[in-house]
């Protein structure tokens, strides 16, 4: 199953729809879960928009004015859902993913600061799991909990780490979870001016699960809309089969695009076999697509990845040696520039 995972720090505004639909469309998400959403009430069609789909599914807890709020969606092709329980914390949906034909369960986390509160979603979490063992089980989300010391920087330890730090891996261990591997990034969530870091969000999984999709990791994207990094959660196998035509989702947004393939398309010469027709013509089609991606997009996209690329090589430094100010300065600069190519 192909999960993604983002405390969104409110859903509101253009961007962070965007880039949800992006990341939803890129990796072929079949679940996502979303914290602190900050959202009392929804409108079907803004499920619809955030997945770019109107085949979706969705259950969504408003926390406490917002506060604590929580979003899980699926795509009805890809995920049954048969029922659901919510709490403070979480949102657990039951169901049947289809492809694979596995009843699991997906739990969307959110915990508050406190350790008070994290205990007792620990406790209504480990109840919850004790009723179902025999489904396969993944809770994901901003647990705000480290397992160990070396999963926060610059951060002063509180009197309370100790014991959050034991109490979480208590938890982790009794339920028998496992971690999945963390690829990317080292840390998922980042202060402002980059001088504190932890590793907040996280992907629990059951055995059951490991045994149905034995290569799974969790996979940390960049930190673009939040600051929280967006984690997908998907099997990765190698297929050794022909590269398939591919096309660009904000093709389909560019003005004049259709028209531009429907004039192209017609004007290439016609073979006599109908499978050398179509091969021909995507080939040419190929060509074509090249020249209009780059007049359309072309300078856009290169600014951006040239500024993300800047900003992956300052993270990767910064998780070495703490940044300076000059460092600081020059991310925040960056970062400005990243939100004016997304306008």
């Known amino acids: 199953m192909i999960i993604v995972n983002l405390n ?24 996502v879960c979303l914290q602190e959403t900050k959202a009392k009430e929804f409108l079907a069609a803004r499920f619809y928009s955030l997945w770019g789909d109107n085949k979706v599914g969705w259950v969504h807890y ?59 979603l620990w406790e209504d979490l480990s109840n919850l799991k004790a009723d179902s063992q025999e489904l396969v089980w993944c809770m994901c989300g901003d647990f705000n909990a480290i397992r160990s010391r070396n999963e926060r920087k610059g951060i002063r330890e509180r009197a309370s780490q100790s014991g959050e730090i034991t109490g979480f891996n208590s938890f982790i261990d009794t339920n028998s979870l496992f971690e999945l591997p963390l690829v990317g990034k080292k840390f998922t969530w980042f202060k402002a001016n980059g001088s504190a870091k932890s590793i907040l969000d996280r992907v629990l999984v059951s055995e059951a699960w490991m045994e149905i999709w034995p290569m799974c990791k ?67 089609l190929k060509g074509d697509l090249k020249v209009w991606n780059r007049d359309e997009f072309g300078n856009i996209q290169t600014n951006k990845m040239r500024i993300l690329q800047e900003l992956e090589a300052l993270y990767f430094h910064d998780c070495i040696n703490d940044l300076g100010e000059d ?16 306008k």
């Open 218 to 284: 969790q996979y940390v994207q960049r930190r673009e809309v939040s600051d929280h990094c967006a984690i997908v959660v998907k099997n990765v196998e190698k297929n050794w089969g022909p590269k398939p035509f591919r096309s660009i989702n904000a093709w389909f947004m560019g003005k004049g695009f259709s028209e531009m393939v429907k004039n192209n398309w017609s004007s290439y010469p016609v073979q006599r076999n109908a499978f050398i027709n179509i091969k021909e013509k995507l080939k040419a």
């Open 62 to 120: 408003e926390g406490v004015n917002g506060s604590g709020s929580l979003l899980s969606m699926w795509h009805e092709e890809a995920f049954s859902y048969a029922n659901h329980v919510m709490g403070k914390g979480f949102i657990a949906v039951f169901g049947n993913h289809v492809k694979t034909n596995t009843s699991c369960v997906v739990i969307n986390v959110y915990a508050a600061c406190s350790l008070s509160e994290k205990k007792t």
């Open 327 to 342: 460092d600081r300065l020059k991310r925040y600069e960056l970062v400005g520039r990243l939100k004016e190519t997304e």
């Open 8 to 31: 969104i720090r409110g859903v509101g505004g253009s961007s962070k729809a965007r880039y949800l639909r992006q990341v939803i469309a890129s990796e072929g998400a079949e679940f």
